[in-house]
T-cell receptor
């Protein structure tokens, strides 16, 4: 079974631009979560989706948004990019039936904002 | 939210040595996972272990949920064990809270 895939793997943007990242979960998984990893803040939760509904959202500004499609694929968008948005963005998928499912992570998208 | 503390922050080992990594958490959890982050950034699942003991080759883990801690044991370490090890916990909120990680360096 294929793992979690994320595209693109690397991205360079300039301040003020917007960016869209994509995540395809493991086949049969209906929950997708997003995390941001930076050297200063570590791994922080962004949001989680299940059956196209956001069930939880982390403490990030409104510039960060996401959505999930009927095939469970998910996208996250960051508008008006700031230098501090440079980070590794990780997506995880799980079956989603319960609150304690095993999370499986993708390879990440490394975003650099210049 | 749940606070997660990992210790030690850094660990330097000679190849063949054994080690123990610790994860303390501040509240009851129903999800606890250990990950190894590879040099390219991907988090590799090691264990899903909200309670009890599991073993996988040279790695084993124990979680004592009532005392709010988990331990990851690495035996007969190899250079390929180098990297950052993360503990992550979850409660009834569909998210994982991560510790700051333990950076392990295994020297040949």
């Amino acid at each position: 079974k294929a793992g979690v895939t994320q595209t693109p793997r690397y991205l360079i943007k300039t301040r003020g631009q917007q960016v869209t990242l994509s995540c395809s979960p493991i086949s049969g998984h209906r929950s997708v979560s997003w995390y941001q990893q930076t050297p200063g803040q570590g791994l922080q939760f962004l949001f989680e989706y299940f059956s196209e509904t956001q069930r939880n959202k982390g403490n990030f500004p409104g510039r960060f948004s996401g959505r999930q499609f009927s095939n469970s694929r998910s996208e996250m968008n960051v508008s008006t990019l700031e230098l501090g948005d440079s980070a590794l963005y990780l997506c995880a998928s799980s079956l989603g039936a319960g609150v304690s499912d095993t999370q499986y992570f993708g390879p990440g998208t490394r975003l650099t904002v210049l | 939210g749940i606070q997660v503390e990992q210790s030690p922050p850094d660990l330097i080992l000679q190849e063949g040595a054994n080690s123990t990594l610790r994860c303390n958490f501040s509240d009851s959890v129903n999800n606890l996972q250990w990950f190894h982050q590879n040099p390219w950034g991907q988090l590799i699942n090691l264990f899903y272990i909200p309670s009890g003991t599991k073993q996988n080759g040279r790695l084993s883990a124990t979680t004592v949920a009532t005392e709010r801690y988990s331990l990851l044991y690495i035996s007969s370490s190899q250079t390929t064990d180098s990297g950052v090890y993360f503990c992550a916990v979850g409660s009834n909120d569909y998210k994982l809270s991560f510790g700051a990680g333990t950076t392990v360096t295994v020297r040949a």
